[in-house]
């Protein structure tokens, strides 16, 4: 938020209740909007300017209050203390092996602001730090997104963003040396650094205009560059532009032997096309694999010119396929690892073999393959929960990582050949998670489909209906929730809370056909199936309504809102954060438009129109409604979920609110959508929600 603060601050006048404390008056305006003959009013359109100082006097208002009430809430400081205790531990990621014989990890020492990239001749040996973003900033906002070697190793770029934005920049280092070269790239965004020779490709958006909305304004036109080392970025080849399309995405990516670069194209459907070239044939041209952007696509190794490729066209539940560089479209593929009747979630190459990884009723299973796609092998995992794996296709070592709702990540070494499982890096905890239980339910939604739900609480816990509850969602874009460890759940659990995770429609658990049930018209399944998990909870005598919290982000934030303005009494407190708010004009604003293949847009059609107004969290508030107590997040930096979907909602909110709750909104500094945040940001975040969770379901 720029410009000098001139709203009066006497609309600030703080009168602090426990309750219900004093809000400012947020002013409206006759702002209206026609959509096909339906007019919308949008009093608060003004506070879609971040740049202006009249929002940034508002933010400061809200602040003020907010900041106000939580910090009078009796059990935050003691939850901040114990966040703390819970999340200082070592964090040791599995390692990475390169071309030049070193071994890379990250590693969080406890209370680190962002975990650090070491670097070590030999496994098990002295650890050196390579590049350590901590020192990138004084406070931690500056976050490391990816890092690329280059295939002699003799460089490696790093992508860095700044305050939670979307934006990225890119450095060079030289690896042997660990100094920083002069090469800097600014105004990338969803990218990395694909190398080729002594350069490398990425994406980026012209540099924007410099009005004061460059985290709000619409970002149109993904173009491709290559950057040959030791030049300014004002000398980049442009390598690819599709200004006829300029509402998508495109990124490349070289493979490990130069021989073959895929371009991707992304954002106008719930898939993807693929196109490929012959790095060897002077002035070849690009491919097409995919006969359109209805499925996704994706390479994951070539050998030789085989492509080995994920993807779901013709397989719901996901396969690998194999092309060939002479015939590589989509007719001529060749199925490796057929569609199962489990959701195939990714496939590892390692040492001549390949490590298909799949879910099942929403939690990881994993089997060994060869690479003509006989099954050898299934790979015990410690129990019900998360595994990632990691390894290389000439190489003989591969480690895994596992977690689940009671086990912290640790990292596990496989041998391929007798199939053993070691642990190589379990963390050492000053917390005891001996006394929890989780457990999978399965509960029917409103249309009589089957719901999974993990629940996750105490051993001893009664099921006499007075257990306060942490209810999370997501429900969208084809993306799984799967059992994961967070120490910040500890507090609650100690105090007698239940976490409870629902998978819902939307997601991508069960395949495509689950994510498409969850989109569009469709789009009312995700929240009946969160209400009815909210419903099975009280039924089954776990919490009662005074006892439950819904809490969600992003898509998970429209998750929240939408539920919390159709069944109101069926919460305590909701905790809407960074979400999509305004379902009529999300598309408006930096990326928005990526989501029109899940959501649609009120421009598609009267129907289309008509469906989201009937769901829009900010158009279904109602005046004189008793709502739970909210506690809406956001962040001045998100330009993934603008701040303006809260703003809106929080204005319109205080306004309907009958008064008996408390309605506030939370707006954090230097942050974004989420990633990258620093650890210090994140804990004190959660200890307001806890706090505030703590405080409005009346814990000790």
Not at 2 to 18: H, P, Q, Y
Not at 592 to 618: I, V
Request: charged share 25%; net charge negative.
């Amino acid at each position: 938020m720029k410009g000098k603060l001139f709203i009066i601050l006497a609309m600030t006048a703080i009168a602090f209740d426990a309750c219900a404390p004093k809000l400012p008056q947020t002013r409206k305006d006759d702002t209206v909007d026609n959509y096909f003959g339906t007019e919308v009013a949008d009093p608060y359109r003004w506070l879609e300017d971040d740049a202006s100082e009249e929002t940034a006097a508002w933010v400061k208002a809200q602040n003020k209050v907010t900041d106000a009430y939580l910090r009078k809430l009796p059990a935050r400081s003691r939850i901040l203390s114990r966040l703390k205790e819970v999340a200082n531990y070592e964090k040791v990621g599995a390692p990475g092996h390169k071309k030049n014989g070193k071994w890379y990890f990250y590693k969080n020492d406890g209370l680190q602001n962002q975990s650090v990239l070491y670097e070590m001749d030999e496994l098990g040996g002295e650890a050196r730090v390579f590049l350590d973003p901590n020192s990138l900033s004084d406070d931690g906002t500056v976050a490391l997104k990816g890092t690329y070697f280059s295939h002699d190793c003799k460089y490696m770029a790093y992508v860095i963003s700044r305050s939670g934005s979307d934006w990225e920049e890119i450095f060079v280092m030289d690896v042997e040396s660990g100094q920083l070269l002069e090469d800097h790239i600014e105004w990338a965004k969803f990218t990395g650094a694909s190398w080729r020779g002594n350069g490398f490709y990425y994406s980026a958006y012209d540099r924007p205009e410099g009005d004061g909305h460059e985290y709000s304004g619409k970002n149109e036109v993904h173009k491709i560059y290559y950057h040959k080392i030791g030049t300014a970025q004002s000398e980049d080849e442009l390598y690819f532009s599709n200004p006829a399309e300029p509402l998508r995405f495109y990124q490349l990516e070289v493979n490990e032997d130069e021989t073959m670069a895929f371009l991707y194209e992304d954002g106008a459907d719930v898939g993807n096309n693929l196109y490929v070239k012959d790095l060897r044939v002077e002035n070849a041209s690009f491919v097409k694999m995919t006969p359109d952007m209805k499925n996704s696509c994706l390479p994951l190794e070539t050998i030789g010119d085989k492509i080995y490729l994920f993807t779901n066209r013709g397989a719901q539940l996901n396969k690998l396929v194999a092309a060939d560089l002479s015939h590589p479209s989509s007719e001529f593929w060749s199925d490796i690892i057929p569609e199962s009747d489990c959701v195939l979630e990714g496939a590892t190459f390692v040492d001549g073999k390949i490590i298909a990884s799949y879910l099942k009723d929403a939690s990881t299973h994993a089997w060994v393959y060869n690479t003509a796609g006989i099954c050898l092998k299934e790979i015990k995992l410690p129990g019900v929960g998360s595994a990632g794996f990691s390894g290389r296709k000439d190489e003989p070592w591969c480690f895994y990582s596992y977690s689940s709702f009671t086990t912290p990540g640790t990292i596990y070494s496989y041998d391929m050949e007798s199939g053993e499982s070691k642990v190589y890096q379990k963390p050492q905890t000053a917390f005891d998670l001996s006394d929890l239980v989780s457990e999978q339910v399965f509960f029917a939604s409103k249309d009589g489909t089957r719901i999974p739900m993990f629940i996750t609480h105490k051993k001893d816990i009664k099921m006499d209906g007075s257990n306060p509850v942490y209810l999370y969602g997501y429900g969208g874009f084809d993306i799984s929730l799967t059992p994961s460890f967070s120490s910040s759940r500890i507090p609650f659990l100690e105090a007698g809370g239940i976490y409870a995770q629902v998978t819902l429609r939307g997601g991508g658990e069960y395949g495509e056909a689950w994510h498409l049930a969850g989109t569009k018209m469709n789009k009312q399944n995700v929240f009946d199936d969160f209400i009815g998990a909210a419903e099975w909870l009280i039924a089954q005598g776990y919490t009662k309504p005074e006892k439950l919290a819904i809490v969600g982000g992003s898509n998970g934030g429209l998750l929240v809102g939408a539920c919390m303005t159709q069944r109101p009494e069926l919460y305590a407190v909701a905790i809407p954060q960074v979400g999509v708010m305004d379902m009529l004009r999300y598309h408006k604003f930096t990326i928005g438009w990526n989501w029109a293949p899940d959501y649609g847009t009120s421009e598609d059609s009267k129907e289309m129109f008509e469906y989201l107004y009937g769901y829009s969290p900010l158009h279904n508030l109602k005046p004189g409604t008793k709502y739970p107590a909210t506690l809406v997040t956001t962040a001045d930096h998100d330009d993934r979920v603008v701040p303006a979907h809260s703003f809106k909602f929080a204005a319109t909110l205080q306004e309907c609110n009958d008064g008996t709750n408390p309605c506030l909104i939370r707006i954090d500094s230097k942050a974004g959508h989420g990633g990258g945040k620093p650890l210090a940001k994140v804990l004190e975040e959660q200890a307001d929600i806890y706090g505030f969770i703590f405080k409005n379901l009346g814990m000790k």
